[in-house]
């Protein structure tokens, strides 16, 4: 089984600031690779998917890039709805998350 | 509109059977690979099961391998998981979820619904 660690587990960040969220396949999995956002009580909503490319709908401050083993999620200007928590995904085998990355206001 | 709705959870004893369902709409349901994923109370996300779009092909996690069944009605635009031997650790919110087009990625999700196992 492909496992799949985030790193922070938490970050504390301010409205406006830059916010880069790691996660880290234990094999190489090239861009099966998909982001996405949950609030308290709601569904998971997608970010990312194919380890770069934005889904429909999702604002431009969000990006990812990466490949092999090593992603990034990146938050260009932190807005008041981005407080939430993040979640990578690997689709290249039976697919598996990460932990979740808890992004707080600072 | 793209809408998926689950339905079937609630409590049950340890040992107990449920059956969830999902019913999909605003989109050609029988084009679709579909999945169930859980979420355990203040837990991350864990996959659950993958079908195919015509069902020919089925997939679940080791944690629920045996216990639980997954299918498919495409006629009447439905997912289900029937899960038996139920035991505490399955608790948890389980959603269905819409594989992305291009294969990388669940674009659409229900709201879940909670499914309590405890006596």
């Known amino acids: 089984d492909i496992q799949m660690t985030q790193s922070p587990s938490s970050v504390s960040a301010s409205v406006g600031d830059r916010v880069t969220i790691t996660c880290r396949a234990s094999?190489?999995?090239?861009?099966?690779l998909a982001w996405y956002q949950q609030k308290p009580g709601k569904a998971p909503k997608l970010l990312i998917y194919?380890?770069?490319s934005l889904q429909s709908g999702v604002p431009s401050r969000f990006s990812g890039s990466g490949s092999g083993t090593d992603f990034t999620l990146t938050i260009s200007s932190l807005q008041p709805e981005d407080f939430a928590t993040y979640y990578c995904?690997?689709?290249?085998?039976?697919?598996?998350f990460g932990q979740g990355t808890k992004l707080e206001i600072k | 509109e793209v809408q998926l709705v689950e339905s079937g959870g609630g409590l049950v004893q340890p040992g107990g059977s449920l059956r969830l369902s999902c019913a999909a709409s605003?989109?050609?349901?029988?084009?679709?690979?579909m999945n169930w994923v859980r979420q355990a109370p203040g837990k991350g996300l864990e996959w659950v099961s993958y079908?195919?779009?015509?069902?020919?092909?089925?997939y679940y996690a080791d944690s629920v391998k045996g216990r639980f069944t997954i299918s498919r009605d495409n006629a009447k635009n439905s997912l289900y998981l029937q899960m038996n031997s139920l035991r505490a650790e399955d608790t948890a919110v389980y959603y269905c979820?819409?594989?992305?087009?291009?294969?990388?990625?669940?674009?659409?999700w229900g709201q879940g619904t909670l499914v309590t196992v405890s006596s």
């Open positions: 995904q690997q689709a290249n085998s039976f697919p598996s």
């Open positions: 194919a380890a770069s």
């Open positions: 979820a819409r594989v992305h087009h291009q294969g990388v990625g669940l674009d659409y």
């Open positions: 605003g989109f050609t349901f029988s084009s679709y690979e």
């Open positions: 094999q190489g999995i090239s861009s099966w």
């Open positions: 079908i195919s779009s015509s069902g020919s092909t089925i």
